[in-house]
């Protein structure tokens, strides 16, 4: 971090949403000057496109107002399908309707301003953002101030909220796939057959599953309102509530359970739902350290690293100690240190999905720059 608060580029960003659109400038790691929000016109393509280069620019010309220079380059996600290497939006896209032909959005702000411009997924960015900026230097940290040899250099990022994004990140390196599709929404639900994943994580799935155990399927209650029930600030059936986001917690384990089998890395999650982590965590721990069966009866575990909670301290002791021994090179008097445990741990975001995203984006254009 020390390295990037002296890093003197600017990156133009934004946070698109189907109804307001946020630009800002990003240096340094941080946010400089303020931000602008338009209006989307998400579904009249010409005025969409339009607002961002009246967006960007009103943003540009503030910073330079204020002495900072011009930007290197622009950097954001933008939600849906897309070739994001090559910068164009296309597919089903229910907040941009407007784009679903295919629009080349890079290179037409690329033509516009005149410098590069880099458009990720947010599930990605956001990876990328813990992993170079949040959870994945802070566990580091944690372990080499608790005086452990132990290292992490892949990260599997989860967002929970309205959908159930991903974003995996290798030694330093966004997995951006050869198709711009790493997804984790479209794995199969695990208690319902053929039906998606994302049916049992999103909010709406906490919500439903309320509804369905209360006996009230018209609450009109939002996952923040479940949460006050399990804590007791909201009157309502508390065992419903805590069975919702145990449920949830579940369902997301299972998902995480592959990821986490073929990827071997730290599992950060972020989202507003993650405010009642405490309640969906149980669930969520339990199916990671569940246990399948050989056709011959023997026992397996489903990731087959043990499976830490690194938001709690204890657990967090554990591994950070793992079962590091001396080991005799056979033949000499010679020892090395060996620890057999195989682990990985699951946190929560501190950083907050928002702020990993942003970063995710700044950090990823200076990649591509320096490259």
């Not at 003197?8 to 340094?28: E, P, S």
């Not at 145990?246 to 890395?265: H, K, W």
């Not at 489903?302 to 056979?330: C, H, I, M, T, Y």
Request: hydrophobic share 40%; proline share 5%.
């Amino acid at each position: 971090m020390a390295d990037l608060k002296e890093d003197k580029r600017i990156v133009l960003t934004l946070d698109a949403g189907g109804t307001n659109m946020v630009f800002g400038a990003i240096k340094g790691g941080k946010f400089i000057g303020d931000t602008t929000r338009l209006p989307s016109n998400a579904d009249n393509l010409g005025l969409c496109l339009e607002t961002m280069v009246k967006g960007f620019s009103i943003v540009r010309d503030s910073i330079k107002a204020l002495g900072e220079g011009e930007p290197a380059a622009i950097s954001f996600s933008f939600p849906g399908p897309a070739d994001y290497p090559n910068g164009i939006i296309g597919g089903f896209l229910p907040n941009f309707p407007s784009f679903r032909e295919g629009v080349a959005l890079g290179p037409f702000l690329k033509e516009k301003f005149g410098i590069p411009v880099f458009i990720n997924n947010d599930g990605d960015l956001y990876a990328y953002g813990e992993a170079i900026a949040g959870a994945l230097p802070e566990i580091n940290a944690r372990l080499e101030a608790a005086g452990s040899a132990k290292r992490y250099r892949n990260l599997i990022g989860y967002t929970f909220g309205t959908g159930f994004g991903v974003g995996i990140v290798m030694d330093g390196r966004l997995n951006r796939g050869d198709n711009s599709c790493v997804e984790t929404f479209c794995l199969e639900h695990p208690f319902k057959e053929g039906i998606i994943v994302e049916e049992g994580v999103a909010a709406r799935a906490v919500k439903r599953v309320y509804g369905e155990l209360s006996g009230n399927p018209d609450h009109g209650l939002d996952p923040k309102g479940i949460g006050e029930i399990c804590t007791g600030d909201r009157p309502g059936d508390k065992a419903a509530a805590l069975a919702a986001f145990n449920e949830m917690g579940e369902v997301a384990g299972r998902a995480m359970a592959t990821a986490a089998s073929l990827i071997d890395g730290l599992i950060v999650i972020g989202g507003g739902i993650m405010h009642n982590s405490d309640f969906i965590m149980p669930g969520l721990l339990k199916s990671l350290r569940s246990e399948l069966q050989t056709l011959s009866g023997e026992t397996v575990k489903r990731v087959q690293s043990e499976v830490f909670n690194l938001d709690d301290p204890e657990e967090f002791a554990a591994f950070a100690k793992g079962q590091a021994r001396s080991l005799k090179v056979w033949g000499t008097d010679k020892t090395v240190v060996y620890d057999p445990m195989k682990r990985i741990g699951v946190m929560r975001s501190k950083i907050g999905a928002s702020e990993a995203i942003s970063l995710g984006a700044y950090l990823f254009a200076l990649s591509e720059l320096d490259k």
